[in-house]
């Protein structure tokens, strides 16, 4: 089974641009949770989808948005982008709908604002 | 207290011998843990969950869980330098709404010399 797959895996853009990532899940996961990574803060999480519903929301400004669609797939958007968005970002999937299941990360995408 | 910490590495051990990473968490809510690995420009992989206060084995791994503690930890046995990478602990809820939310410890980095 393949596993989570995210587009781009690298991406520069500029400051005030707006950026849109995406996500795959693994087949049948209908959970799909975003993070992002950077040196100094570590693994933090951005927003959890199932079912098209957001059901939670990490500390990250309004520019942060996401959505999930019919078949699992989810995107992230990140508008009037900052140097300090750049980071490694992470969207993971999970079959459970429940809290304590199981979560799988995609490789990531890289995004590098100048 | 931040609510994941884990021991301050980077830790340093001769192929062969044991790993020992440790974790405590503030929440005692927290039912279940994962722990991750991830290699130095990967993403986290999932390697080991624990659901049950006491000890799981998976070949070389071996994860304890002590709820009245709060405390969990991963035994490496037989290092070898292919677990060299930053190892990641995170209970997976602290309970209320935190659908879809793992909260990352800092992360340890282990180092297998040969």
């Known amino acids: 089974k393949a596993g989570v797959t995210q587009t781009p895996r690298y991406l520069i853009k500029t400051r005030g641009q707006q950026v849109t990532l995406s996500c795959s899940p693994i087949s049948g996961h209908r959970s799909v949770s975003w993070y992002q990574q950077t040196p100094g803060q570590g693994l933090q999480f951005l927003f959890e989808?199932?079912?098209?519903?957001?059901?939670n929301k990490g500390n990250f400004p309004g520019r942060f948005s996401g959505r999930q669609f019919s078949n699992s797939r989810s995107e992230m958007n990140v508008s009037t982008l900052e140097l300090g968005d750049s980071a490694l970002y992470l969207c993971?999937?999970?079959?459970?709908?429940?809290?304590?299941?199981?979560?799988?990360f995609g490789p990531g995408t890289r995004l590098t604002v100048t | 207290q931040k609510e994941v910490e884990q021991n301050s590495g980077p830790l340093s051990v001769p192929e062969g011998a044991i790993a020992s990473l440790n974790c405590t968490y503030s929440?005692?809510?927290?039912?279940?843990f994962f722990w991750y690995r991830q290699y130095s420009g990967k993403s986290p992989e999932l390697i080991m969950f624990i659901y049950s206060n006491g000890d799981k084995e998976d070949g070389r791994f071996t994860a304890q869980l002590n709820k009245a503690s709060q405390y969990v930890s991963l035994l490496i046995r037989d290092s070898q330098p292919s677990d060299s990478a930053t190892y990641l602990c995170?209970?997976?809820w602290g309970g209320g709404t935190s659908y879809g939310k793992l909260t990352f410890g800092q992360g340890t980095i282990l180092t297998v010399h040969p």
């Open positions: 993971a999937s999970s079959l459970s709908a429940q809290r304590d299941g199981l979560w799988y």
């Open positions: 995170a209970p997976p």
């Open positions: 989808y199932f079912s098209e519903t957001q059901r």
């Open positions: 929440d005692r809510g927290s039912q279940s």
